[in-house]
């Protein structure tokens, strides 16, 4: 399906029945990394899972911008008519998350993240070496954006008052002290370090993180809350 908002057109999926979740993707991905986890959260949840701009099969755009792609995603919500869905977002999407949150309070029920940066220098060494180097080989800005952007401030983080779950892998290529930083900031937010993963290998091809989605999101009819 695709939609227009923000002045950008945005493909995405629908899937299952049930309260809504947004879960939206990491750079030079799309969609369609989710779709082990969807078929797990499909059960439970109706599941949007929207293609970022210059991503999938989205509009092109000659440049990108986190808060350009966060105001697609509360344009996208708002235009569905979705009411207070929960959020999952991994790595950019976790980023734009972060956010959607701080800028729009009461947008959304519940926020998840995983892999979320809030400087470039949240990026290991090794791993910010390579994307400097392939930005001068990939001719989109999606290499780009991550060596300059985003600036997420405390004072946003402190600002967030969804309930709020914090998740990387233990050889991610975040930076352990930012991702703890980020939960430590957030008011009450809950972190999870999955052992022995790297950046996607709890989210690609793997029900892990939808198992996760399911023991901290309430169903329906339970209480908002962390457990």
């Not at 995603?73 to 999407?93: K, N, V, W």
Request: with cysteine; glycine share 6%; proline share 6%.
């Amino acid at each position: 399906m695709e939609i227009r908002v923000n002045g950008i057109r945005l493909y995405y999926e629908k899937t299952g029945d049930g309260p809504p979740l947004v879960m939206v993707h990491c750079n030079s991905m799309d969609h369609r990394i989710f779709r082990t986890a969807v078929r797990v959260l499909a059960q439970r949840f109706t599941v949007y899972c929207p293609d970022s701009r210059d991503h999938g099969k989205s509009e092109k755009v000659k440049t990108l911008h986190y808060e350009d792609m966060a105001e697609d995603m509360h344009a996208f919500i708002t235009a569905l008519g979705l009411e207070r869905p929960a959020y999952y977002g991994f790595s950019d999407g976790g980023i734009i998350g972060l956010l959607l949150a701080a800028r729009w309070p009461d947008l959304l029920s519940a926020l998840i993240v995983s892999g979320a940066s809030l400087r470039p220098d949240s990026t290991k060494d090794l791993p910010l070496r390579f994307f400097k180097l392939w930005s001068h080989v990939d001719r989109s800005d999606k290499m780009r954006i991550m060596l300059r952007e985003p600036d997420i401030t405390d004072e946003m983080l402190r600002s967030i008052r969804v309930p709020t779950f914090v998740t990387a892998g233990a050889r991610d290529v975040i930076k352990e002290a930012h991702t703890r930083h980020i939960a430590e900031t957030i008011p009450g937010a809950q972190l999870k370090i999955f052992p022995h993963a790297g950046h996607t290998g709890y989210i690609m091809r793997s029900r892990k993180i939808a198992d996760y989605i399911l023991s901290v999101l309430p169903a329906q009819g339970e209480p908002d809350e962390p457990a």
